[in-house]
């Protein structure tokens, strides 16, 4: 949806394919790699970013149904897995030729109905374990029933079986994690032993992919956010491509003599005068409130001009006494990854709630 807005979120394809070839490089050559566009792509475009690795990996995975359907009208035909599908939703998932994760007795029983009513057979579906995340997941000891259940209809074929890494970026968790990869192991080989198929096995997200590569690669990986280029660390970071910038321009400039104050509850108050710009973004894109009062940044000819007051819905305004300007100019409300990582840590944050935050009335556009 375009808009005419001034505010754009630029999207570096070539950074992408950076980060992808680097994830890559990772991996054994077998490896297949799916990638995670939940969320509209973090935040930036899920449709545009599929568009674009669309020969280049095998598989996309988006957290709800109609986040795949988006996908389908955009004309993209890779398997897509919905991480979480509804009850409400199963017929929507099958009309789209989307592929439910399935997480509990309750749902693989309405969807085997679901696929019987519909005369299908062999509908791919994936089985999902908890090994320690506790959010969503069959457990260990469902696997009886599951198998009994399964090996009892001919609708559906489990395509894989996964779980998830609760702290895969925090190595002082490096052994609860390895436990997590060790009860994965064992269930996922007493569920192919019972099988009539062998389905695949994944585990992995962008931490898990940088940390256990070694022990839990298994057969497909679920990039996400690694593709825009944040590792979860700064050194993982430094070796990645930035592919997001948030850009604005200037739309006044006030000079606000000492005493005058500026924004709502006129929290900023000029101890000398000063020269402040207006930019056309604010909470309601996106800017936390966190960053109001001097906590948060922007760049402005590559200088950095500190928000002053709070943030409004739909502005911040900037301190620029120092940086020789013009209403027009171009602001980077976010450079790069190092940017956002910063404003993330200031708001007591992770750069996937910034990311994710950016409203849909921002532009994007492929760079
Ligand atoms: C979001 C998500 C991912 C991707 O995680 P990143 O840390 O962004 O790489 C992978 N798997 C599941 C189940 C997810 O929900």
Do not use: W
């Amino acid at each position: 949806m375009e808009n005419n807005h001034v505010s754009v979120l630029n999207i570096d394809l070539n950074a992408i394919d950076f980060n992808v070839n680097y994830f890559k490089s990772k991996l054994k050559n077998t490896t297949k790699l799916l990638v995670v566009v939940k969320a509209f792509g973090y935040g930036s475009s899920a449709a545009k970013i599929a568009k674009h690795l669309a020969s280049k990996v095998d598989y996309f995975a988006v957290a709800y149904v109609d986040e795949g359907i988006a996908l389908r009208n955009a004309g993209i035909k890779t398997p897509i897995l919905v991480l979480h599908p509804q009850k409400q939703n199963l017929a929507k998932i099958i009309e789209h030729c989307l592929e439910p994760n399935i997480y509990a007795s309750a749902l693989l029983h309405d969807f085997i109905t679901i696929a019987k009513a519909k005369n299908l057979s062999n509908y791919p579906i994936h089985l999902k374990f908890n090994t320690g995340l506790n959010r969503l997941g069959f457990s260990q000891k469902d696997i009886p029933s599951l198998i009994t259940t399964l090996n009892n209809q001919q609708q559906v074929e489990v395509c894989s079986i996964f779980s998830h890494i609760a702290a895969s970026e925090d190595l002082n968790e490096r052994t609860f994690t390895l436990q997590q990869i060790n009860l994965f192991k064992n269930i996922s080989s007493e569920i192919i032993s019972k099988l009539h198929n062998t389905p695949f096995l994944h585990m992995l997200n962008t931490s898990g992919i940088l940390n256990y590569a070694e022990e839990a690669q298994f057969d497909l990986v679920r990039l996400g956010i690694g593709l825009y280029g944040f590792g979860n660390s700064h050194k993982e970071t430094s070796n990645l491509k930035n592919v997001l910038s948030l850009s604005s321009v200037i739309s006044q400039i006030h000079t606000i003599q000492q005493g005058e104050t500026v924004g709502y509850n006129r929290a900023f108050k000029a101890k000398k005068t000063i020269k402040s710009a207006t930019i056309p973004i604010g909470h309601a894109d996106g800017i936390s409130r966190q960053l109001g009062n001097g906590i948060g940044y922007v760049y402005i000819h590559n200088k950095i001009a500190p928000i002053i007051g709070n943030v409004c819905m739909d502005m911040i305004m900037v301190d620029v006494t120092n940086i020789n300007c013009s209403e027009g100019d171009t602001v980077l409300i976010y450079k790069n990854q190092e940017h956002i990582e910063d404003l993330a840590k200031k708001s007591n944050t992770i750069p996937y709630e910034l990311l994710t935050a950016i409203s849909q009335r921002i532009n994007r556009k492929l760079t």
